[in-house]
């Protein structure tokens, strides 16, 4: 059963328009979301997270929202720029028992921005 | 500065071959993980361990066999390789709030 899911394989946008993606989750005892960007041939680095205790947080160009009540989050990006293509994974943090720490992933977004 | 490095970064295995995935993070990380990446299926977990001499199965365990005997360092080992392990692996650490990733160590069996 797949807790975290980005349900857009892909998403093409225009160089200076907004970029938005989707997360959804289905566990209630996550407490802390992330963001992570990947390019190819590297490994995953991480973008912007948020609390759920919040429902915005913003690092510049990048701001990730939190619906907690709908379990959904979302990163947007303006304006969006040719270096941003890249594989976007959304994660969220397991606050219970033993588990504490350890992040599930969604299965990735590829963000392409067209000059 | 090196963070998580992850050796070797290519491998070309046969069926039935064994192998070991070396993962060496030097940020005094208690906890540390091994996922891997297949296309649609994201990011899926392997095994973890939250300290020296501790190891747990993650979300796809089987096939895999791992060892924490230094802080430092996290080994993943395939004992008989199988085409379905075809994959990209990554090593990560953490503590608290998100990890730091490996470049990845791309992985064909054949």
């Known amino acids: 059963d797949q807790q975290v899911k980005q349900n857009s394989p892909s998403l093409s946008v225009q160089e200076g328009r907004i970029s938005i993606l989707n997360c959804d989750y289905t566990?209630?005892?996550?407490?802390?979301f992330l963001w992570y960007k990947k390019y190819p041939a590297e490994g995953p680095t991480f973008l912007i997270s948020?609390?759920?205790?919040?429902d915005k947080n913003e690092d510049g160009r990048f701001t990730v929202f939190l619906n907690k009540s709908a379990k959904h989050l979302s990163l947007h990006i303006v304006p969006s720029q040719p270096g941003d293509s890249a594989v976007y994974f959304c994660a969220a943090r397991d606050a219970g028992g033993t588990s504490y720490g350890k992040l599930t992933f969604g299965q990735g977004t590829i963000l392409t921005v067209h000059p | 500065n090196a963070g998580v490095t992850q050796t070797p970064k290519f491998r070309v295995l046969k069926t039935g071959q064994s192998m070991t995935l070396l993962c060496a993070q030097d940020m005094n990380h208690e906890y540390m993980y091994w996922y891997r990446q297949d296309p649609g299926m994201g990011l899926r977990l392997i095994h973890y361990s939250v300290g020296e001499g501790t190891t747990a199965k993650g979300e796809v365990p089987d096939g895999y066999n791992v060892s924490r005997l230094k802080k430092q360092n996290f080994l993943l080992g395939l004992e008989s390789a199988a085409p379905s392990q075809t994959s990209v692996y990554f090593c990560?650490?953490?503590?608290?709030?998100?990890?730091?990733f490996g470049s990845g160590t791309r992985l064909t069996v054949v």
């Open positions: 990560a650490s953490g503590q608290g709030y998100g990890y730091t």
């Open positions: 566990n209630s005892m996550f407490d802390y």
């Open positions: 948020i609390s759920s205790i919040k």
